[in-house]
Nanobody, 124 residues
């Protein structure tokens, strides 16, 4: 599976962005796809995951502001980010794996496939 992340940019605090993660492969619907982010000098952190079907889970820091969704017909997962804050500034990565389990989905090393990252900058 190859992943291509896009949609980042510069936005003012309170604004919105939608990130996209486009995947190759015919079995995309069976993959769990997550978004992570990494700010300068910090570790990569979990943001949200779309498990197969409609099940989703979010980090507490983005719950209620971010929404992850997927369109399996387009092999794409989206991250709608609303009410953005300066602390959301980071490089955002999408990651996919077929077998990551619930107890491990916050752990970056559990994902086999990664996109290249897209920069999100939120100005105050």
């Amino acid at each position: 599976v190859q992943l291509q992340a896009s949609g980042g940019g510069l936005v003012q605090a309170g604004g919105s962005l939608r990130l996209s993660c486009a995947a190759s492969g015919r079995t995309f619907s069976s993959y769990r796809v997550a978004w992570f982010r990494q700010a300068p000098g910090k570790e990569r952190e979990f943001v949200a995951i779309s498990r197969s079907g409609s099940s989703t889970y979010y980090a507490d820091s983005v719950k209620g502001r971010f929404t992850i969704s997927r369109d399996n017909s387009k092999n794409t997962v989206y991250l709608q980010m609303n009410s953005l804050k300066p602390e959301d500034t980071a490089v955002y990565y999408c990651a996919a794996d077929r077998s990551v389990i619930v107890s491990s989905y916050r752990e970056p090393h559990k994902y086999a496939y990664w996109g290249q990252g897209t920069q999100v900058t939120v100005s105050s």
